[in-house]
């Protein structure tokens, strides 16, 4: 691959190019299309075919014309529109505008406060399945986020990875997805769909338990340990066994605290400890309330059996 820098007073753009041979570069306007250099069809999940930050002018408009791959514009200061299917949406600070490929689209800065924004071309094959991670859609096309500095970093490192050298390939496809992983830890947890069946959500949660049960575990902190809200979890995974988080985690720990009081000498109040129970009292509560009687009970009469058998 190939780069190029260009600047301007207002703007600075960092383009990516194929190698020779193989190099089509559309430069500024060819009939209505838009792009500069998006011929990238190899293996990456998404790949950062150009970037730029610009400060635009009052009235500076754009298109209409169309993209041939995802450009995404996010807005540092000021105001201006985006039009697109017939639709304004009048954005600002914080705003995130997405073009997809074949919308023709027009954007305009606002004459008294004309935005400043920073943007990044791309496409690969995971690109519409992480776009819509983020919470876009064909029919969704604005999001905003409360602090955008942090992709604005990864643009500007973008942009001081011109020279001609692997190292910078592979840093210009990590600071993509760090662009979009950092975008979407942002958005509201219920926001992001499920990446996985619920399935897999269940047998994660129930490897988790299995696991941890003698530490101090709420459903909700599994939960965001997967990257589900809580009802979605539960649901799956009820789904799956027929039995809430809860309820295997509880059952878990009495059979796991039985085993012990059957197998070993040690006082109920560590066992209670060594199942998840901190407080020796709530223990017995749980376990009376599971076998129909105390643990001290439930030893003695496993201790009788065992000298009958």
Not at 29 to 46: E, F, K, R, W
């Amino acid at each position: 691959m190939n780069t190029r820098i260009t600047k301007r007073s207002a703007m600075t753009v960092l383009e990516v190019l194929e190698n020779e041979g193989n190099k089509q570069v559309v430069n500024f306007p060819y009939t209505n299309i838009a792009d500069l250099s998006t011929d990238y069809h190899g293996p990456s999940p998404c790949h950062l075919n150009y970037c730029g930050v610009e400060h635009c002018p009052p009235g500076f408009q754009f298109g209409p014309s169309i993209r041939r791959s995802y450009l995404l514009h996010s807005i540092m200061d000021g105001h201006g529109i985006y039009k697109v299917h017939n639709k304004t949406y009048e954005l600002s600070k914080g705003d995130m505008f997405l073009i997809y490929p074949g919308d023709v689209t027009i954007y305009r800065a606002d004459q008294k406060d004309p935005w400043s924004y920073f943007w990044i071309g791309f496409n690969g094959y995971q690109a519409a399945y992480i776009l819509s991670q983020m919470g876009f859609s064909p029919l969704q096309h604005v999001i905003h986020l409360d602090d955008l500095a942090p992709m604005a970093d990864c643009v500007m490192q973008m942009l001081g990875t011109h020279q001609l050298t692997l190292a910078n390939e592979l840093l210009r496809e990590s600071l993509l997805l760090r662009f979009f992983s950092l975008a979407i830890r942002q958005l509201p947890a219920r926001s992001t769909k499920p990446v996985h069946a619920s399935a897999e959500y269940a047998k994660v949660t129930m490897q988790y338990l299995t696991n941890h049960y003698m530490d101090k575990i709420r459903i909700s902190d599994i939960a965001n340990y997967v990257g589900v809200d809580r009802s979605y979890l539960t649901k799956s995974f009820h789904a799956e066994y027929q039995i809430s988080p809860q309820e295997y985690l509880i059952n878990l720990r009495m059979c796991k605290a039985a085993e012990l009081l059957r197998h070993s000498d040690q006082s109920v109040s560590m066992i209670a400890q060594q199942c998840g129970y901190p407080d020796a009292l709530a223990f017995t509560k749980m376990f009376r309330q599971h076998y129909r009687k105390s643990p001290t009970e439930y030893r003695q009469e496993a201790e009788k059996q065992h000298e009958n058998d």
